[in-house]
């Protein structure tokens, strides 16, 4: 159980997954409140550099829950380097079964939620690791304005319009799963390119270094297209946020 190699290649001097930066972990971090002795979950958690920061500046302690054997190794060394290995664990797991045997105050799954099969059943899972009156976390994208052809749909990573929803059409998905949206912070073009952009400087490292890797000719075509895609449709046409909710 791992992520696909080509996914690690591609990532791998990544410390957050998604459109976000350390700012903005920062300011969600403020928002909603986080103190020392709260204990978070996060699903998904990739390099875990929200868990790793937050226990860093505010004092929290937490799990995270990853099946990419590669990254949670980044995540257990960060957190040694920013000296909260004491207080968060790293497991190897499928996230979409996963669920705390103590609930915690903040359950969160920041960009993954295919792993309940989508946002409500995401949103499920979550909840079965949540004390009453904790806090969800879910970072989903959205279409920041309506795609007018197929090749948009495609150039945003999506197969269909119907795999995203506008900003109005998620908020009333939370509204209409029982759910308070109590706060949220919004990726913006600079940190989309921060997660996209640097992408590319991997893969052309990457392809200088092993032309002759069976995954060359892939990530050679990857390349060729993605810069022009991203800037064509997925920088104007695609939104990515983190949103706060709790239970009505």
């Not at 159980?1 to 080509?6: A, C, I, K, V």
């Not at 960060?78 to 996963?98: I, K, N, Q, S, W």
């Not at 996209?196 to 052309?204: C, E, G, H, L, Y």
Request: charged letters at 25%; one cysteine or more; hydrophobic letters at 40%.
């Amino acid at each position: 159980m791992d992520l696909p190699r080509s996914f690690v290649i591609r990532e791998q001097h990544h410390l957050i997954h998604d459109p976000f930066t350390e700012e903005k972990f920062g300011v969600l971090g403020r928002a909603i409140g986080l103190r020392p002795g709260m204990t978070v979950l996060d699903l998904a958690c990739g390099s875990g550099e929200m868990l790793c920061l937050w226990a860093r500046d505010h004092g929290v302690s937490g799990v995270g829950v990853d099946i990419s054997t590669y990254f949670l190794g980044k995540a257990r060394e960060r957190a040694v380097e920013l000296d909260v290995a004491d207080r968060l664990t790293f497991v190897h797991a499928d996230a979409g079964g996963h669920v705390e045997s103590t609930p915690v105050d903040v359950a969160a799954c920041v960009g993954a939620t295919w792993i309940g099969g989508g946002v409500a059943g995401t949103v499920e899972l979550l909840e079965r690791s949540l004390r009453p009156g904790g806090l969800l976390l879910v970072g989903e994208p959205f279409w920041r304005m309506d795609p007018p052809d197929q090749a948009t749909v495609e150039g945003c990573h999506a197969t269909a319009k119907e795999d995203y929803r506008d900003l109005p059409g998620l908020v009333t998905q939370f509204r209409d799963l029982g759910w308070d949206l109590v706060e949220m912070v919004l990726a913006d073009e600079d940190s989309w390119d921060r997660y996209v952009a640097a992408q590319w400087f991997t893969v052309r490292q990457w392809l200088d270094a092993n032309p002759g890797d069976e995954l060359a000719g892939e990530f050679r075509a990857e390349l060729d297209r993605a810069p022009l895609d991203y800037v064509r449709y997925l920088r104007p046409y695609l939104g990515w946020g983190v949103f706060a909710l709790k239970r009505r």
